[in-house]
């Protein structure tokens, strides 16, 4: 008899990942799909339609859960971009600013909440995204605020992490998605 191996998949497992801007979503979620061959990444920020698209990005969640499609937005053509297809049978891990919502949360397996205190999120967003995130911070901040009093999606959360060292808690995040499977 093999050992359980928490990181193998061999279902389609739907992995929601939340937090306010720099909270360390984006870096919990590549180290996750690094850790799953064959998963598929949807990033939130690559859907949003502009600076105040949080509340549409969040609700083409639960479309891409469905349809295992999703439609890029163009931020330099302020326009919608190409479609992209994902594979419904494989894993797929969608994190941003609104990826747990009520509609959302239905449809997936796991949803973690990445939880940081304000000073080090703002220090970090503006740290990787600098002047072109600067003029805009307080208005996606204004965003985040008021989807997290309509949808509250730290109670949705199936777990809530701490932001400051995303990697060394992939693995707790990895068999709450894949618990009980098996190596081969």
């Known amino acids: 008899m093999s050992a359980p191996d928490p990181l193998r998949t061999d279902a ?8 306010r801007s720099g909270s360390g979503k984006t870096e919990l979620a590549r180290a996750l799909v690094d850790r799953w061959p064959g998963s598929q990444l949807v990033r939130l920020d690559d859907l949003y339609p ?8 969040s609700v083409a969640v639960a479309s891409i859960l469905i349809t295992a499609r999703w439609r890029a937005w163009d931020w330099s053509a ?13 894993p797929i891990v969608i994190e ?20 940081l205190d304000d000073a080090t999120r703002k220090s970090r ?5 600098g002047d ?23 109670t949705l959360a199936s777990m809530v992490v701490d932001g400051v060292d995303t990697a060394a808690i992939v693995d707790s995040v990895s068999r709450a998605a894949r618990p009980g499977t098996t190596q081969p």
């Open 125 to 129: 967003a503006l740290q990787r995204d």
């Open 12 to 19: 389609a497992t739907r992995v929601l990942i939340d937090g």
């Open 132 to 154: 072109a995130y600067a003029p805009f911070w307080e208005r996606w901040a204004a965003q985040e605020e008021r989807f997290m009093a309509r949808e509250n999606p730290r």
């Open 78 to 90: 302020e326009a919608p971009g190409a479609w992209h297809q994902l594979d419904a049978s494989a």
């Open 96 to 115: 941003g600013v609104g990826a747990i919502s009520r509609s959302s949360r239905a449809l997936a397996d796991v949803a973690v909440w990445v939880d």
């Open 50 to 57: 502009g600076w105040d698209g949080l509340d549409r990005g």
